[in-house]
Nanobody
């Protein structure tokens, strides 16, 4: 059963913007923690942004800090606003959620997110120069 559905991916030029959305209406619980992840071809999946729903606090990978913004637009929608995109942002982007605890651990300019139980199927983002 698909509980999370991403949309909004596409192809943009360097410096462009995209807004990704994740429909969370399929969840059977109120998420404690949600996040956006990405995986580029041949690379490990990494977290780019996290949201601790109850507290409204956010965290970002250094590589996207100041350019990306995570938000919960309403009870059923998690968004990721992406500005000043560059070719290194090219990847498949996934949203994730959990009713329990989660953690985001910095690793260099990346972020490792753990504890997520539900994942979307992904939406592709391609940034060309």
């Amino acid at each position: 059963q698909v509980r999370l559905v991403e949309s909004g991916g596409g192809s943009v030029q360097v410096g462009g913007s995209l807004r990704l959305s994740c429909n969370t209406s399929g969840l059977t619980y109120s998420p404690y923690c949600m996040g956006w992840f990405r995986q580029a071809p041949g690379k490990e999946r990494e977290a780019v942004a996290g949201l601790f729903v109850r507290f409204g606090s956010t965290t970002y990978a250094d590589s996207v800090k100041g350019r990306f913004s995570i938000s919960q637009d309403n009870a059923d929608t998690l968004s990721l606003q992406m500005n000043s995109l560059n070719p290194e942002d090219t990847a498949t982007y996934y949203c994730a959620a959990t009713s329990g605890g989660c953690a985001f651990t910095p690793r260099g300019s990346s972020l490792v997110g753990t504890g997520f139980s539900d994942w979307g199927q992904g939406t592709q983002v391609a940034v060309s120069s």
